[in-house]
DNA sequence: TTATTAAGTCAACTGACTTGACTTATTACT
DNA sequence: AGTAATAAGTCAAGTCAGTTGACTTAATAA
């Protein structure tokens, strides 16, 4: 007989979803905050000093935690503050691009530990993948060597891609991965890996990578601007990256600039680094072209500048649209490209135009640089998974379907 | 000594939030599915019967839900259905506006059922809130001849108001309504009418109005885009009404039309109802200012016509948008107009640009009419204390800061 | 030296969901 | 008809995570 029913509910709870929670506030608390007495996390959780002592003591027999030396202060007994331990748990994360792939394992805390890449034939998922799997076998190994646990904590794979997923209508265009998006890839790499494996595009990567360990740390409204090949926005709402109904949210490459212009310009035929190299007349997949257009911007080029300046127009445009529709506590740059090249095409953006951000009482600033590393997708591919297994969020507190 | 400690962390919970939890699922699956038997209840919220079976006695106890006449369908012991009992709970619900203000009061089910208007001095919040004070108090008196618990039984008052809000830079803007922006008026109608009080701008109001009686029942990520004197999209994301880090997201009034205007242009400048009156050269404070342009769309009128096929062009580009940026399941125009020129306007905007959101397998339109009642906003400030007391929801799992 | 303050533990309690057996009521099959 | 099968719903004991309130420990302030 079918599980399915046409009945449509939330599901409920019970104390296996209370103590789940409990487990994420502490965890995240700690993420927050550093370190904290048990004392302190019962202040701040709003649960008795005995629950939180349980919970602790639960989480150090785990290894999700630690505690530190006592600390005096003031009247009253030392307090015995407690830290998360990195090595508590680990997660891989996969980019896959154009030509590339990229793997990284980080661990509880988002440090890096271990990173691999290869190169993938264009337009061919069935030996992409075979080459994928080779990387992460190979991460796994790197991975054992340092910490004997890891197999074991390994929480699950992330992977970041290019979007707009699940649209068979953009076939042919070239800014998309037609082959990849019509390949069963999820299926593909749980069967090949045994791992639980997540999907998200390379802006909402960023946007996680950035909430984990960068400028959007603590935040619970962000945006991540990520400036790449094409250009998406990651989105940060309430605490958790936003995905929309189709996992498409965020795809304001293919914004179009003016509901006046007839020639039905997006955002990404102007200000993407595709558009860059198209204007440099570069080669996309030519090997060294990370570093040549870092040179480039090192060096004040004409026409890398020529195109800052045009780009930077539009991209100023599209922060005040991020600004107006989402409202959040700020806008994070990012790229796939050269440090030196975002740096240039963030001044240029400034000043931004007028906004509802622009309120004199802010503390952050409306828009900044991000991690301008290349391995920051696949970090935050990486801190999805992470984020799913510890993260205080709605859907770790409801029953889930069991036999599935 | 002070309770604001420094240390951030989201609040733990306990049994209480659990049974929060469960009794709102129950009654949310009713509210989706109509009538549910405890055995249904069971399987959809995949509680045990059990448990079930005293959420609902309980919920039964507190003039939550009745049960009907036992079915009979098969084999087995004929089920009993439950359903809501929109007498369980009432909430009022006021729409405040540059010259008049509408209160209504809805049952659970979001049903209508007292409602009143007043008209408001322009500027003058001090003046205005006494008038509101003695609306929202006959809709109380007219409520109480209705249902005789109903007093006990109201969980809070919704307020509905143009935004952007906390913005003192826009003080002489004359699309703002700045001295109500001024005037602590969520404090002043608690205290004078002893409720919960909160505040949405417009659009929300309409989004919540649409989720709880409209094309976006049952969605959880749809858009209202709610053309206004302003214009503003109401935004239902993971099946909450969305506001932002400050309580702005979705004022895509403001959003800048182009990249490269000099001129500084928004979408309200020409889509909005305000540009409407001035194409028309109406004065917006006019009294019948309604009927007189429902016989204007209802004539064809030519200069009408124009300002729609115009204001239709930047309206179908912000669809667009909404779609690429948030990728809801729908979009929903509604209006402050007259039916009649929404329609006019739904028709003009057809057919709308390509987008992510145009995939072949889509069950619901890209783009629908919502409610064009000139209440809806009432309702949906109404239907948000609803939601927030009824609906399940992260927020009201948590514990919460007993003594504020 | 003593009072005060605060961290943290002990042990009994509570309450909401779970478990598994049971009762009730209806239809399907012989 | 009579019986088996099926499904709704109840009963009563069990479990477990957080709560309660008293207590212990360890520091500083007076």
């Known amino acids: 007989m079918s599980d399915i029913s046409p009945i449509r509910a939330t599901s409920g709870t019970n104390q296996e979803g ?15 905050n550093g370190a904290l007495s048990r004392a302190d996390l019962a202040r701040a959780t709003q649960l008795t000093k005995q629950a939180v002592s349980n919970i602790i ?33 680990f997660a891989i994360g996969l980019q896959i691009d154009r030509h590339l792939t990229r793997a990284v394992a980080v661990d509880l805390v988002g440090t890096v530990l271990v990173r691999a890449e290869a190169n993938l034939p264009p337009d061919d998922p069935h030996g992409g993948v075979r080459i994928i799997l ?3 076998e190979g991460i796994r190994r790197d991975l054992a060597a340092i910490s004997a646990q890891s197999e074991r904590r390994i929480v699950g794979l992330g992977v970041a891609m290019p979007g707009p997923f699940g649209l068979e209508e953009f076939g042919d265009n070239k800014w998309m991965m037609p082959a990849w998006q019509k390949y069963p890839l999820l299926e593909t790499l749980a069967a090949g890996t045994g791992f639980d494996v997540s999907l998200q595009n390379d802006a909402a990567a960023c946007a996680i990578a950035e909430r984990m360990v960068g400028a ?10 990520y400036v790449g090949y094409g250009i998406g926005a990651g989105l940060i709402l309430n605490g958790e990256s936003y995905r929309g109904g189709n996992g498409n949210a965020g795809e304001i490459g293919m914004a179009l600039l003016s509901p006046r212009g007839s020639d039905g310009a997006v955002l990404e035929h102007r200000a993407s680094l595709a558009s860059l190299y198209q204007h440099l007349e570069l080669d996309p997949s030519e090997p060294g072209l990370y570093e040549h257009v870092e040179a480039l911007a090192l060096a004040d080029d004409p026409a890398l500048l020529a195109w800052v300046r045009d780009a930077a127009m539009d991209l100023r445009w599209s922060v005040q649209l991020i600004e107006t529709l989402f409202d959040p506590q700020t806008v994070i740059l990012t790229s796939g490209a050269p440090e030196a090249l975002a740096r240039l095409i963030l001044e240029a953006m400034l000043p931004l135009p007028s906004s509802i951000a622009d309120r004199p009482q802010r503390s952050l600033p409306r828009l900044q640089l991000g991690i301008t590393d290349p391995w920051s997708i696949a970090l935050g591919a990486a801190a999805e998974p992470i984020g799913r297994a510890f993260d205080p969020r709605f859907s770790a507190i409801l029953k889930t379907r069991s036999g599935g």
Chains 1, 2 share one sequence.
């Not at 487990?23 to 995240?28: E, F, I, K, T």
């Not at 009253?76 to 990195?86: A, I, N």
């Open 18 to 32: 209370t103590s789940a929670h409990n487990r994420r506030v502490m965890m995240d608390a700690l993420r927050l």
């Open 134 to 136: 080779g990387v992460i």
């Open 57 to 89: 003591d639960e989480l150090e027999r785990d290894g999700f935690v630690v505690s530190l030396d006592a600390v005096r202060k003031g009247r009253g007994q030392p307090s015995t503050p407690y830290r998360l331990v990195p090595e508590g748990a």
């Open 216 to 225: 959007a740390h603590g935040l619970d409204h962000a945006v991540c601007l």
